[in-house]
Nanobody, 116 residues
Framework: QVRLVESGGGLAQPGGSLRLSCTAS????????MGWSRQVPGKQRELVAM???????TYADSAKTRFIISRDNDKNTITLQMYSLEVEDTAVYYC??????????WGQGTQVTVST
């Protein structure tokens, strides 16, 4: 069983910054990437950023110039540093980790609110 534990998030003003972290534990040998997706009520969950075990990164267009995803393989942890936050970034952010067996593991989610 894989466990993903998220931390960070909270409230920020427009133009501000927040940092999210996610640590994987358990049967993680099959995981080949980790990333973040987000969801707002009434909309589909969307990919924000992903990083593979070899360091290849994928970003949503909305995140390319403002967010940075990184990983610490020794700690099985990824971090999403978010800059220049916009009201439209408000969502529940979910850590996820695709596994070679076809499973996608998900964290519980952490709320990010961007508001004045």
């Amino acid at each position: 069983q894989v466990r993903l534990v998220e931390s960070g998030g909270g409230l920020a003003q427009p133009g501000g910054s927040l940092r999210l972290s996610c640590t994987a534990s358990g049967s993680i040998q099959g995981i080949y990437a980790m990333g973040w997706s987000r969801q707002v009520p009434g909309k589909q969950r969307e990919l924000v950023a992903m990083i593979t075990n070899t360091g290849s990164r994928t970003y949503a267009d909305s995140a390319k110039t403002r967010f940075i995803i990184s990983r610490d393989n020794d700690k099985n942890t990824i971090t999403l540093q978010m800059y220049s936050l916009e009201v439209e970034d408000t969502a529940v952010y979910y850590c996820n980790a695709p596994d070679r067996d076809g499973t996608v593991h998900w964290g519980q989610g952490t709320q990010v609110t961007v508001s004045t």
